[in-house]
Nanobody, 113 residues
């Protein structure tokens, strides 16, 4: 089982990024998948999650209206669209599967300046 993130980078305040997470060797019809982030010196925090069977989503308050999580099930790909990025969004972003999360990707860095 492997989760591989991509799409991180450096942007200016107000910019956008699209993170992708592709799963290999992992399939589930009723699992929770989502994105977490961890900034230097801070604890890891949940950003957004989606349930693959219902499509139900949830977001942390400070990203609501700016971030959108989606799941491309045929391609086993989880996407996080991030708009109107702020410096406080700077962190390593991880995708994860399970509730609680028990399968993790290696992370992709997002830097907003």
């Amino acid at each position: 089982v492997q989760l591989v993130e991509s799409g991180g980078g450096s942007v200016q305040t107000g910019g956008s990024l699209r993170l992708s997470c592709t799963a290999s060797g992992y399939t589930s019809d009723n699992d929770c998948v989502g994105w977490f982030r961890q900034a230097p010196g801070k604890e890891r925090e949940g950003v957004a999650r989606i349930y693959s069977d219902t499509g139900s989503t949830s977001y942390r308050d400070d990203v609501k209206g700016r971030f959108t999580i989606s799941l491309d099930s045929p391609r086993n790909t989880l996407v996080l669209e991030m708009n109107n990025l702020k410096p406080e969004d700077t962190a390593m972003y991880y995708c994860a599967a399970g509730d609680p999360a028990n399968v993790w990707g290696q992370g992709t860095q997002v830097t907003v300046s």
